[in-house]
C-alpha cells in the first residue's frame, strides 16, 4: 500500500498557542487532502476537504479561521490548529487522495491542549 | 452517498472465526466496499476490498450477496492482536466526488 507520513504523532501544546500538522504522501501524487478529527470512542469526522493549490473546503460547525489548511504541494498539507484551547484536544488524521481505488490515511496525530 | 450500518460491538474467543456484517442499502451501481481496522491512537489500515460475490486476502475474507446491499468482513482465528475496531466504508475510491466517509464502526474484543 502507499505510504503516508504524518508529523508530529503526539503534541502537547499550552492554550492560545499554535500547532502545525503535517501530512506527506511518500509515493504518491495527492490531488486532494481530507482532514478528520476523531473524538475518544467516536468515529472519525470529516474537518475539511482540500485540493493542491486552492482554499480548502470545510465541514459545517469546522472554524476555517481555527484550522487552517495548506496544501500547496501534491505530497504535502498542512493543518495549523491556531489559538488552541482544550477543547480542541483530539485525535487528527489526514487521508490523501491518489486516485486508486483505495484511501489511504496517516498514522494520526494526538493533540493535548493543556 | 450510501450510509452504512454496523453492529455497534462484537465480543469473540482466540481462534474463533469472527463475521461482522454491515448494511449499505443504498449502495450504487459503481460503488466498492472497503474494510477498515483502527487501532486507538491510530490511523485506519486497509485490510480487504470488494465489489461482489467473495474476495480474499491473507488476513480476511469480504462476502457480497447478489443484491450488494449488504456485506459480511470475515476474520478467521481471530487473536487477541484483532482486537479494534472495524469500519465499512461504501464509494468509489477513484471517483472524483468521493469522500471517505466513516459510520460508527464495530468494536470487536477479543478475550483470552
Known amino acids: 500500500g502507499a505510504v503516508v507520513s504524518q508529523h508530529p504523532s503526539r503534541v502537547i501544546c499550552k492554550s492560545g498557542t499554535s500547532v502545525k500538522i503535517e501530512c506527506r504522501s511518500l509515493d504518491f501524487q495527492a490531488t486532494t487532502m481530507f482532514w478528520y478529527r476523531q473524538f475518544p470512542k467516536q468515529s472519525l469526522m470529516l474537518m475539511a476537504t482540500s485540493n493542491e493549490g486552492s482554499k480548502a473546503t470545510y465541514e459545517q460547525g469546522v472554524e476555517k479561521d481555527k484550522f487552517l489548511i495548506n496544501h500547496a504541494s501534491l505530497t504535502l498539507s498542512t493543518l495549523t490548529v491556531t489559538s488552541a484551547h482544550p477543547e480542541d484536544s483530539s485525535f487528527y488524521i489526514c487521508?490523501?487522495?491518489?486516485?486508486?481505488?483505495?484511501?489511504?490515511f496517516g498514522q494520526g496525530t494526538r493533540l493535548t491542549v493543556v | 452517498l450510501a450510509k452504512t450500518t454496523q453492529p455497534i460491538s462484537m465480543d469473540s474467543y482466540e481462534g474463533q472465526e469472527v463475521n461482522i456484517t454491515c448494511s449499505h442499502n443504498n449502495i450504487a451501481t459503481n460503488d466498492y466496499i472497503t474494510w477498515y481496522q483502527q487501532f486507538p491512537s491510530q490511523g485506519p489500515r486497509f485490510i480487504i476490498q470488494?465489489?461482489?460475490t467473495k474476495v480474499t486476502n491473507e488476513v480476511a475474507s469480504l462476502f457480497i450477496p447478489a443484491d450488494r446491499k449488504s456485506s459480511t468482513l470475515s476474520l478467521p482465528r481471530v487473536s487477541l492482536s484483532d482486537t479494534a475496531v472495524y469500519y465499512c466504508?461504501?464509494?468509489?475510491?477513484?471517483?472524483?466526488?468521493?469522500?471517505?466517509?466513516f459510520g460508527r464502526g464495530t468494536s470487536l474484543i477479543v478475550h483470552p
Open positions: 470488494g465489489y461482489k
Open positions: 466504508l461504501v464509494g468509489l475510491p477513484s471517483g472524483g466526488s468521493y469522500i471517505p466517509t
Open positions: 487521508s490523501p487522495k491518489g486516485g486508486g481505488t483505495e484511501a489511504f
